[in-house]
């Protein structure tokens, strides 16, 4: 027969002080590793969200991104007459030729500065990504070297205030906007005319193409069509294929989670075996009382485990609402992919919530392993006598 | 019996305890010290020999912005400038990989010894170079990390551009502060892209540390209200730069440490509370026998202390080991899991069927574990060449004492507390 879970609460209740710092301990190693864990979902998330999957985009054959690829403008003409891209009412194509520019900017606080991307987009390209909002102020009117500017970045780089002016070697661009882009990769972005990105920061060449298809069947004939071509050299793709490859930065995010999970773990299995041995050794007339009672070695040792298991269970769960709060927190670093400022949240999402939880469950049921053990094996009688 | 042994005899008395306790500080410094690493890396990366007299041009409006090849002349003209070389970015692929691993840079070979002064290289690797057009020299690291010999070929396919180029390695350099990289000529690359008028960045050496300001500036000059405005700055300024990137990666790496320390002073002092709490009773003997309460209070501290002392010894030692003498922690791990096994063999003889397996299980471990960090090698094998210097400053390793010694001192003040509070009676009366 097993001993009634009751027991094991009771028994946590008593030594409350223990059980407290045991249980803070746990919970704080299972908040640390919630938190990098859900910076890498954020990243990842920030990624996904950015894709549309009417899209295609197309790049140069062997660029991993967009920043990196090359389309020349006679490249883009042929694109241009691909039969399977959509109209608009008009019967214009829909397809938006970007430029991606780097520009190296301060920082609103202290000295420091960091790379900023702005994507040079063609008047359909705002169509194209209907994620995209504006949110304050007007948009860019192509040859008035004006930008908008995502309403994020805006919080975190100088002069980023509608009607300031952005001052880059030596060009002037005024800021005229601010956007939204839905926790998207968008939302690292700061927009204004392709054309006049390129003749103002000397760039022959677009970077990459999107364009929107009519069907899935439409994708797939264009994606053959345009990876055939070994004139053209191009490659297209959905545009959510490509976005959820751009995973480069939360990878090294993942290892430094993983590897502080593996020490703060050993650490915290130690201390709970510390407690549950204490526990083990200060029960033993308890225990041998049990025996006697009839409950048998195997009950002795499920009952410890599921103690173990109980008191990290109560930690992880409690780790896991401590870090809640940091929840959609927005927190930015370099981009690997783009090598620009990269805005994203921090995302707890339930898989994360549960494998936290699951963490903090190996604890308990490996550091009360070897203490459950001792227990089960205490010899009835000596266990009755003891002091 | 003098008091030390007295205390000792006390410390080692729940042999399991003292090493479990010792054993989670030393889990909790050994991270500590490694994130105080990994955040020194991060926000000041070690200062190269040859870098107070280099300076570095780019673009601007950014790194990603290449710069006319003409503006060089411009450059050699400035009084004060020794040597200048085009160094600009590959991206190259290497082999069927997914990504750039490691950095492939073009530049003139025949600069490089001015320039990179501090570089070593296999003999003959700079007057190869320099005739070989399609030559390249490569990184120890990345040599080490991919098993690539002098007179082996590479092959690499651009990201940035749209050509794949082979390169034969005519030398392997080390001995500088990035050994991971592959210089190739920038002659090469032109002809291949067939773009002789652009290039990344330059770099420059300057002739003596007074000079530069006065070149930082005359190059800055030069071009100002051309269409390729430039920014030159010092090697160090560049590099902090490049950190000050990482934005908010460093303040969060800050807040995970704070954590660590917190949750490591939690957990150790209710271990070492419980420690004095399970001999509540003897206590108050010796009060009884006559012991004064600061006596007493120095024995609690003294075991608190030498546990943590223990505690960081081993955590502090053993980052210090595996992060520098990468081998030898290969090799203690090593003799560890064989002592695990000679347990193992122990227990199967007394047909301690559990202890055994356990036994078993943890040597089979730690032997994994000791042979992985043996054939790494070093920190840069560890992390895939990811990390390539991770320095345990004397500064941290003292930063994590403090904070050890810090935690002897907390971890004693709830137990001397209820040493105070407890009359010698209760104490007495006291069961467990």
Not at chain 1, 107 to 118: I, M, P, T, W, Y
Not at chain 1, 272 to 290: D, H, K, P, Q
Not at chain 2, 366 to 381: E, P, Q, T, V
Not at chain 2, 389 to 395: G, L
Request: aromatic share 10%.
């Amino acid at each position: 027969m097993a001993l009634p879970i009751k027991y094991n609460v009771r028994n946590l209740v008593i030594r409350w002080r223990s059980t407290i710092t045991t249980m803070l301990g746990v919970a704080l190693v299972v908040a640390v590793y919630v938190l990098v864990q859900a910076l890498a979902v954020g990243l990842e998330k920030a990624s996904q969200n950015t894709g549309d999957p009417r899209n295609t985009i197309i790049l140069r054959k062997g660029s991993t991104a967009e920043s990196v690829s090359q389309i020349t403008r006679a490249q883009y003409r042929e694109i241009l007459y691909l039969p399977q891209i959509a109209r608009d009412q008009n019967g214009n194509p829909l397809v938006s030729a970007d430029v991606i520019v780097l520009i190296n900017l301060p920082r609103k606080q202290g000295r420091s500065e960091a790379n900023v991307l702005v994507r040079g987009i063609s008047p359909m390209g705002r169509f194209l990504r209907p994620q995209v909002r504006l949110v304050a102020g007007r948009w860019f009117v192509p040859g008035n070297r004006e930008i908008v500017v995502s309403a994020k970045l805006a919080e975190r780089f100088a002069n980023f205030d509608i009607g300031s002016q952005i001052k880059t070697g030596g060009k002037l661009i005024t800021v005229v906007g601010w956007l939204d882009g839905g926790d998207s990769a968008y939302d690292s972005e700061c927009w204004m005319d392709a054309d006049e990105a390129r003749s103002l920061f000397d760039r022959e060449n677009y970077s990459s193409v999107l364009l929107r298809v009519n069907g899935p069947e439409a994708a797939l004939a264009i994606s053959n069509r345009v990876d055939t071509d070994k004139r053209l050299s191009l490659r297209a793709m959905p545009e959510t294929e490509y976005y959820s490859k751009q995973t480069m930065t939360a990878k090294p995010i993942k290892v430094l989670g993983g590897f502080l999970a593996t020490v703060m773990s050993i650490g915290a299995i130690f201390a709970a075996m510390n407690t549950l041995y204490a526990s083990v050794g200060a029960r033993v007339r308890e225990i041998g009382t049990l025996r006697v009672l009839g409950y048998r070695r195997r009950a002795i040792l499920m009952s410890f485990i599921i103690e173990g298991a109980l008191l990290s269970l109560a930690g992880g769960l409690l780790g896991g609402l401590l870090a809640l709060p940091l929840h959609g927190y927005t927190t930015a670093t370099i981009g690997l992919e783009t090598f620009s400022e990269t805005i994203f949240q921090f995302r707890i999402t339930p898989a994360l919530f549960a494998e936290g939880l699951l963490f903090s469950l190996i604890v308990g049921v490996i550091g009360s392993l070897l203490p459950a053990i001792r227990a089960a094996r205490l010899p009835v009688i000596a266990a009755l006598r003891a002091a | 019996m003098t008091l030390a042994t007295f205390i000792i005899k006390n410390a080692v008395r729940n042999k399991r305890r003292a090493a479990l306790s010792i054993l989670s500080v030393a889990a909790s410094l050994f991270l500590l010290v490694t994130l105080l690493v990994f955040q020194r890396e991060l926000t000041l990366p070690p200062e190269e020999a040859g870098a107070a007299l280099r300076v570095v041009v780019r673009n601007r409006v950014s790194l990603g912005q290449p710069l006319p090849a003409r503006q060089r002349p411009i450059i050699e003209k400035i009084t004060g400038v020794e040597a200048v070389t085009p160094f600009s970015w590959f991206g190259g692929v290497f082999k069927d990989e997914k990504f750039p691993s490691f950095a492939q840079f073009a530049l003139d070979p025949k600069m490089l010894r001015h320039v990179f002064g501090e570089a070593k290289v296999t003999p003959g690797a700079y007057e190869a170079f320099e005739s070989e057009r399609t030559g390249c020299i490569i990184g120890k690291l990345t040599a080490d990390k991919y098993k690539i010999k002098v007179g082996d070929i590479i092959k690499f396919t651009s990201d940035i551009y749209a050509v794949s180029l082979e390169f034969k390695v005519v030398g392997i350099y080390w001995g500088t502060i990035d050994d991971r990289n592959c210089l190739f000529n920038q002659k090469y690359l032109d002809e291949a892209t067939g773009n002789h008028g652009m290039v990344g960045t330059w770099w420059v050496k300057v002739r003596s540390t007074e000079d530069m300001p006065a070149v930082i500036q005359a190059i800055n000059n030069a071009f100002a209200n051309t269409s390729s405005e430039v920014r030159a700055e010092s090697e160090r300024a560049f590099q902090l730069n490049f950190v000050s990137m990482w934005g908010n990666i460093k303040t969060l790496v800050t807040l995970i440490s704070t954590v660590v320390v917190f949750t490591l002073v939690l957990v150790s002092a209710s271990t070492m509370s419980m420690a004095v709490r399970e001999r509540f009773r003897e206590l108050a003997i010796l009060k009884a026998l006559g012991f004064q309460r600061r006596e007493l209070f120095a024995f609690i501290l003294a075991e608190s202390f030498g546990l943590a002392g223990f505690g960081a010894v081993v955590g502090i030692g053993w980052a210090w080991l595996l992060y520098s003498q990468t081998r030898w922690a290969g090799i203690l791990l090593g003799a560890v899991a064989a002592a695990f096994a000679a347990n193992f063999l122990k227990l199967l003889f007394h047909r301690e069927w559990l202890g055994a397996f356990l036994a078993l299980l943890a040597a089979a471990g730690l032997a994994a574990a000791a042979k992985f960090i043996y054939a790494k090698g070093s920190i840069a094998g560890l992390t895939q060449n990811f990390m390539n210097t991770f320095d345990v400053t004397p500064r941290i390793i003292g930063f994590a004492l403090l904070v050890a010694a810090c935690l002897g001192v907390v971890a004693s003040l709830a137990p001397s507390w209820a040493v105070v509070r407890a009359s010698v009676v209760e104490g007495l009366k006291t069961l467990d």
